[in-house]
């Protein structure tokens, strides 16, 4: 069965780091995208930021680029946020995210990990 598990997240204090991880097992098609999103109560679901396999091209949302940096391993099928600077407004539980590019094009869900910054 596919399985997204995410680790590393927790409470730190605002300008700390944390980095969080995602591994991949049981998918069988190609995997295209990799990426993280985040979600807080009151507000949709929202893409940090992603990476793709082929080229490592890589996207931010704007509130987080030049603190967040993505990274991966295809072999591995993981995907790491590295988190730095962190801000209370990053508060979130954060979800790992796999998009195949086979012909059915599917979607991933991990189960999320908290991150809980502080003032």
């Known amino acids: 069965q596919e399985q997204l598990v995410e680790s590393g997240g927790g409470l730190v204090q605002a300008g700390g780091s944390l980095r969080l991880s995602c591994v991949a097992s049981?998918?069988?098609?190609?995997?295209?995208?990799m990426g993280w999103y985040r979600q807080t109560p009151g507000k949709p679901r929202e893409l940090v930021a992603r990476?793709?396999?082929?080229?490592?091209?890589?996207s931010y949302d704007h509130s987080v680029e030049g603190r967040f940096t993505i990274s991966r391993d295809n072999a591995k099928k993981t995907v790491d946020l590295q988190m730095n600077s962190l801000k209370p407004e990053d508060t979130a539980v954060y979800y790992c995210?796999?998009?195949?590019?086979?012909?059915?094009?599917?979607?991933?869900w991990g189960q999320g990990t908290q991150v809980t910054v502080s003032s």
């Open positions: 995210h796999i998009e195949t590019g086979g012909v059915g094009r599917y979607n991933y």
């Open positions: 049981g998918i069988a098609d190609s995997i295209r995208v």
């Open positions: 990476i793709t396999t082929g080229g490592g091209i890589t």
